[in-house]
């Protein structure tokens, strides 16, 4: 059974992996369902334009403050009950309480289904403010009102479970990467090394995450420190005002992420807690990039034999791991590449995320 129309309700849309995500899932064809619609709690997304480009209607609140809160919970409402959705799903904590809430405003809850994203794992919430604290405890009272709960890893569903979720219905659906755009590119990794001063024999790691506690940006670049050797691509929302060193190239949010890790030797994850599905690191590894990753969320299920894995907060363990894949010859490397891109081609394609998404959609409308 088809969805006639989706709302998704999500909590932002600047470029994040959950972002990410829907925005892959609402523009790829075929769709999800007939018709989709996406809503923003807060404005100025840049995915906004991407989805509008791909014909997706996108409506941006302002839930910042208390009269935007309220007036964008009761607009959320009848906008569910002027279109009628079979199904809202909701992305990321704040959305997913804000379609609970408008959805029972709306009086459709007994026709519309209603689905919850968890896009992340054993999150430090003492690492953010007040607020999330009070919308993740509202969400753990109110996880069996859902009627499926859906998570982007295994540690994402063991450690909200451990936090006192109890979905009616549980599914993992992890992310799913465009191997058409990820992909290797020996011309665009001439010209970035090119553009940014990188010999063609040195050895460089991509690092790509948005400036987030969870993601241990100092962690990496202590580990860097310890190799003189080594240049870093560090990419994504606030990098560029990170301490500066000469064998790291802080380039903050770039819209030509393909093109950069195509210039890179190995992708990097240091992300010390939080972390589901990596996005970043799937996306390198589709670039045929050996990976060296924090075990956090589902890290080692992702790299499987085709890289490294070590404890977080550990810089001493992570240059190790480093240093361990750059004593193999460059056959030996490729071949972890050509592995790593397999390995995502054929278990975490976009394609096999659209697959389950569909599968779980219909059972979801037959039950």
Not at 143 to 156: E, H, R
Not at 221 to 229: N, S, T
Not at 271 to 286: I, R
Request: charge should be positive.
């Amino acid at each position: 059974m088809r969805p006639r129309r989706i709302l998704h309700v999500i909590t932002d849309l600047y470029v994040g992996g959950a972002e990410t995500m829907l925005v892959r899932l609402a523009t790829a064809k075929p769709g999800l369902a007939d018709d989709t619609l996406v809503v923003s709690l807060l404005p100025d997304g840049l995915l906004a334009e991407r989805l509008r480009a791909a014909g997706i209607a996108v409506v941006e609140d302002n839930f910042r403050k208390p009269f935007g809160l309220v007036a964008g919970t009761i607009g959320l409402a009848r906008l569910i009950a002027k279109t009628r959705p079979d199904i809202v799903q909701g992305w990321m904590y704040h959305g997913d309480l804000a379609a609970l809430v408008a959805l029972a405003l709306s009086g459709r809850r007994g026709a519309t289904r209603l689905a919850w994203n968890i896009r992340c794992s054993n999150l430090d919430l003492d690492q953010y403010g007040w607020l999330l604290r009070r919308v993740v405890r509202a969400c753990v009272a109110l996880s069996s009102a859902p009627d499926l709960v859906i998570a982007n890893s295994a540690a994402g569903m063991e450690a909200h479970r451990a936090l006192g979720y109890r979905p009616r219905r549980a599914e993992i659906v992890p992310n799913g990467i465009d191997v058409d755009q990820y992909k290797p590119d020996p011309a665009a990794r001439a010209a970035v090394r090119a553009e940014l001063g990188i010999a063609d024999d040195a050895i460089v790691l991509a690092h790509v995450a948005r400036l987030d506690p969870m993601k241990d940006h100092a962690g990496f670049l202590a580990a860097i420190a310890r190799m003189p050797d080594v240049q870093a691509l560090v990419i994504g929302a606030g990098t560029e005002g990170l301490s500066r060193s000469p064998n790291v190239h802080l380039l903050g949010r770039r819209t030509d992420v393909p093109r950069l890790l195509a210039a890179a030797d190995f992708v990097v994850s240091s992300s010390a807690f939080g972390e589901g599905f990596s996005n970043a690191l799937a996306e390198g590894m589709a670039c045929a990039l050996p990976p060296i990753a924090t075990a956090v969320g589902d890290a080692a299920i992702i790299v499987g034999d085709t890289g490294m894995v070590v404890p977080p907060r550990d810089p001493a363990a992570f240059a190790d791991a480093v240093r361990g894949l750059m004593r193999e010859s460059r056959d030996q490397r490729m071949a972890r590449g050509a592995r790593a891109r397999s390995r995502i081609v054929e278990n975490y394609s976009l394609e096999h995320a659209q697959r389950r998404f569909t599968d779980i959609y219909a059972t979801l409308l037959r039950g």
